[in-house]
């Protein structure tokens, strides 16, 4: 078995590698494309780049023979996320929720630091003796 590269699939927001294993269809891979862009071309979310591996078990008697693992660079945090599942679509969705808790929480983290500073006291922040001025 070797693999199989796809090339570099160019969103509106990332440059993202998918590489497949086995024999993965172009429907199940166009449905995973429309989850991660879905997921990644929302509002807010800085420029991706990376890989996505995509892979299916030659062995019939596999109970979960779908496998994806990504390892994306959003912004300048590394977000890996893998699943494993039965079905193609299964693992597009198991993939895209993971990926989405994952961005998400580079979001909330990256509000938290913006607003962790109190503003001076001269931009209605308080002073040191507790009041506003």
Do not use: C
């Not at 079905?87 to 961005?103: F, K, N, P």
Request: hydrophobic share 40%; glycine share 10%.
């Amino acid at each position: 078995m070797t693999a199989k590269d796809i090339g570099t699939h160019v969103s509106t927001t990332a440059d993202l590698r998918v590489r497949t294993e086995g024999e993965v269809g172009e429907e199940e891979l166009a449905y995973l494309r429309t989850k991660v862009d879905a997921v990644l071309g929302r509002p807010g979310v800085p420029a991706v780049r990376g890989a996505l591996r995509v892979v299916k078990a030659v062995a019939d008697h596999a109970e979960q023979p779908w496998f994806a693992g990504a390892e994306l660079v959003v912004g300048n945090t590394l977000v890996v996320v893998h699943a494993r599942e039965a079905t193609a679509h299964e693992l597009a969705d198991s993939l895209a929720d993971r990926l989405r808790g994952q961005v998400n929480r580079f979001l909330h983290r990256k509000e938290e630091a913006r607003r962790s500073a109190a503003p001076p006291p001269w931009r209605g922040g308080r002073a040191d003796d507790g009041s506003h001025r």
